[in-house]
């Protein structure tokens, strides 16, 4: 009997040399005559650990990490294959604090299954969604996805029955189905982790919303810098048409739904929906005004559902456990759970899916460990680099959109980016105008012009340079930037460097002008 091994194709565990460690181990095995089953899972999303191998044994799956290919004959020698003890021995997986503490519904199968097999993804409870989903009519679909309160995880936090609902009250010859793929934000990996991981989640989520609202064809617009992404969801979309997933006849039911993978433009900008949509046109990724909406007006003018990874992964899990199931995990208006990133200067960086109303502290210390420097942290950007920078007296604050929007801040795509106290945050309101002025799209003036002279403005700050001036004129370019740009490009940049420069007044020799006057 063969033991069953394994090891992440995931492109974080990829990038720490997975592939060489599945080498040693065949070799190793094959030298020994003793024969493994060798199978290629997603992440688990901690990531400090990776390559993170695993083996089947009697007692469940015990983890390894993190691994190095000359561990490996060392490993054979301690009797991994039977879970048996090394230094780099984790215990049972499941019961690592990291994982256990967490609360996985979008992100349950990752890690677990072979990323592209149907059946795998079938034995651990996929597809049942999409068999209720086949069931119902498209308006009792649309009511549990609006029931669930699933709002969308891309950014803007749209409560995404709304969004549906308007594209199935719109009639048309030909609707779309486009998933947000383009994953942009720093410090995020979540999308790119449940492509890579789970698959299915993704083809699953967007089958049920094609079944939702009348369309036949869906989109995945994925970020051109994931070409792991990319080989995995092409081999899982071929499966899923040989199981008759997708194509002219879903499982028997007559209803069509075709899906196809396009690569982004490698923009940032492209990730605002209908710039996206530009790109996927073919044309330059140049922001639309709205209205019209994209739920109306979108894809080669056609009724379009846009919608983040997230967001169609969560949807699985509410058709297959029922609205009132998902809805039961959360706080306030924000129901579920969302995938936190953690990143930057923190000790276990990683993925961690926690219902909302986790505290900011509780994912630094808890989860992230404290530092990775060893030094206290002192700022922390949440929602991607148009986020705001939160100073530790804002940490206890839970993580929920609301709460967040009461302090000038945003969740985002749950992206987190811990600094110790070394960071400038001077500077990092200058990064944060650069990055606009770099990314703009160019369509309308506040952020086209505006933030290349919020470059220059942060300069004169920098150097000193009529301080108290330049500081007024700061806050009332981000006022014109927040009030009058087209899209939350332009509209959000104020964010990291007002919070910066609100929560930070030291780094910008704003306490000493305090102090003179
Ligand atoms: C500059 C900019 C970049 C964006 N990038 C992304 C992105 O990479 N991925 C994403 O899902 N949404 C991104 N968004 C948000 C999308 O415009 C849109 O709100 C989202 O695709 C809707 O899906 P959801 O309702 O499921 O969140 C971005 C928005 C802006 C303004
Ligand atoms: S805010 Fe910036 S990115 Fe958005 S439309 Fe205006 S110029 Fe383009």
Same mark, same amino acid.
């Given at each position: 009997?063969? $033991? ?11 990038? &720490? ?46 983890? @390894?990490?993190?691994?190095? *290919? ?50 795998? @993804? ?21 009511? =549990? ?20 609902? $308007? ?8 609707? @779309? ?23 299915? /989640? ?16 869906? @989109? ?64 330059? /990724? ?37 609205? #009132? ?15 936190? =990133? ?37 700022? &922390?950007? &949440?929602?991607? *680099? ?11 604050? *839970? ?31 200058? %990064? ?6 770099? #990314?703009?799209?160019?369509?309308? $003036? ?48 104020? %964010? ?22």
């Amino acid at each position: 009997m063969s $033991t069953t091994i394994f090891v992440p194709r995931d492109s974080a565990a990829l990038a &720490v040399g997975a592939d060489a460690v599945e080498r040693a181990i065949a070799a190793e095995a094959a030298r020994r005559g003793q024969p493994v089953r060798l199978v290629r899972n997603g992440s688990r999303g901690m990531l400090w650990l990776e390559p993170l191998i695993e083996v089947q044994t009697r007692a469940g799956r015990i983890a @390894y990490g993190a691994v190095t *290919p000359e561990q490996v004959a060392g490993l054979f020698d301690a009797g991994f294959l039977a879970g048996g003890q090394h230094s780099a021995c984790l215990g049972p997986t499941e019961e690592i604090p990291y994982l256990k503490r967490q609360e996985r519904l979008s992100f349950a199968r990752c890690g677990v299954t072979d990323p592209v097999s149907v059946a795998d @993804y079938e034995r651990h409870g996929g597809y049942v969604g999409l068999a209720r989903a086949l069931d119902m009519t498209p308006e009792a679909l649309v009511a =549990q996805v609006t029931e669930s309160g699933l709002r969308g995880r891309g950014g803007a936090a749209f409560p995404t029955g709304i969004k549906w609902k $308007t594209v199935l009250g719109a009639a048309a010859a030909q609707k @779309y189905v486009v998933c947000n793929a383009d994953e942009g934000d720093s410090g995020t990996f979540a999308d790119r982790m449940l492509m890579e991981g789970d698959p299915h /989640g993704l083809i699953e989520g967007m089958l049920i919303a094609g079944l939702a609202v009348g369309a036949t064809q869906g @989109y995945i617009y994925l970020r051109s810098e994931y070409p792991q992404a990319q080989r995995v969801l092409e081999e899982a979309i071929a499966a899923a048409r040989v199981a008759d997933y997708l194509g002219d006849n879903v499982k028997g039911s007559g209803k069509r739904f075709e899906l196809e993978v396009r690569l982004g433009a490698g923009s940032y900008v492209c990730g605002e929906e209908t710039a996206l949509l530009e790109s996927l046109e073919g044309r330059r /990724g140049i922001v639309r005004a709205k209205p019209p909406l994209p739920a109306l007006n979108g894809l080669f003018a056609m009724p379009t559902v846009i919608n983040n990874v997230l967001s169609f992964a969560a949807v699985p899990t509410i058709l297959a456990r029922g609205a #009132e199931f998902y809805r039961n995990f959360g706080v306030g208006r924000s129901r579920g759970t969302l995938a936190f =990133q953690i990143a930057g200067n923190l000790r276990h960086g990683g993925l961690v899916e926690k219902a909302f109303g986790v505290s900011l502290r509780e994912l630094l210390e808890d989860f992230g460990g404290g530092s990775a420097t060893g030094r206290a942290l002192r700022a &922390v950007q &949440v929602g991607g *680099p148009l986020g705001a920078y939160l100073p530790e007296s804002q940490w206890d604050t *839970p993580m929920d959109y609301e709460a967040f929007a009461a302090l000038g801040a945003a969740l985002g795509h749950g992206g987190i980016v811990a600094f110790d106290d070394k960071v400038d945050m001077a500077n990092m309101a200058r %990064y944060a105008m650069q990055f606009c002025a770099i #990314e703009s799209c160019g369509k309308c $003036t506040p952020c086209r012009i505006g933030a290349t002279r919020g470059v220059e403005v942060v300069d004169r700050i920098i150097a000193g340079v009529a301080r108290p001036q330049q500081i007024a004129l700061l806050r009332d370019l981000c006022d014109t930037m927040q009030n009058g740009s087209l899209c939350a490009m332009g509209s959000m940049t104020p %964010y990291p460097v007002l919070s910066a420069l609100n929560h930070f007044p030291e780094d910008f020799g704003a306490a000493d002008h305090a102090k003179a006057a």
